[in-house]
């Protein structure tokens, strides 16, 4: 098992900025792939980012291309997104994940290629 916590989440206005962080709780995800997903009211939960073990490659979905940034300090065990320029359209539950495979250099992009979950955190961006 891998326990994973966001932190972060919370109301904003539109324009603003906000900063979530992906723990591993308990053991490290250093060589593991992350991710980052959200799901809107009555929506499906849907890929935001997602960065290799290592760092050196980042995939975005285009909805968020160019506002938010997925990094990673696996000294400090922790999985950010950077998410500046929100939209009300951002509101949602923000989920990472962890892939199980070990060194994979390119990070999925789909829900169903990770393994492990966080319970989410709320993101609000008000008009």
């Known amino acids: 098992q891998l326990p994973l916590v966001e932190f972060g989440g919370g109301l904003v206005q539109a324009g603003g900025s906000l900063r979530l962080s992906c723990v591993a709780s308990?053991?490290?995800?250093?060589?593991?792939?992350v991710g980052w997903f959200r799901r809107a009211a009555g929506t499906e939960r849907d890929f935001v980012a997602s960065i290799n073990w290592s760092g050196t490659s980042t995939y975005y979905a285009d909805s968020v291309k160019g506002r938010f940034t997925i990094s990673r300090d696996n000294a400090k065990n922790t999985v950010y997104l950077q998410m500046n320029s929100l939209k009300p359209e951002d509101t949602a539950v923000y989920y990472c994940?962890?892939?199980?495979?070990?060194?994979?250099?390119?990070?999925?992009?789909?829900?169903?290629?990770?393994?492990?979950w966080g319970q989410g955190t709320q993101v609000t961006v008000s008009s």
């Open positions: 994940a962890a892939e199980m495979a070990l060194y994979s250099n390119y990070p999925p992009a789909h829900r169903y290629e990770y393994d492990y």
């Open positions: 308990g053991r490290t995800f250093s060589s593991n792939a």
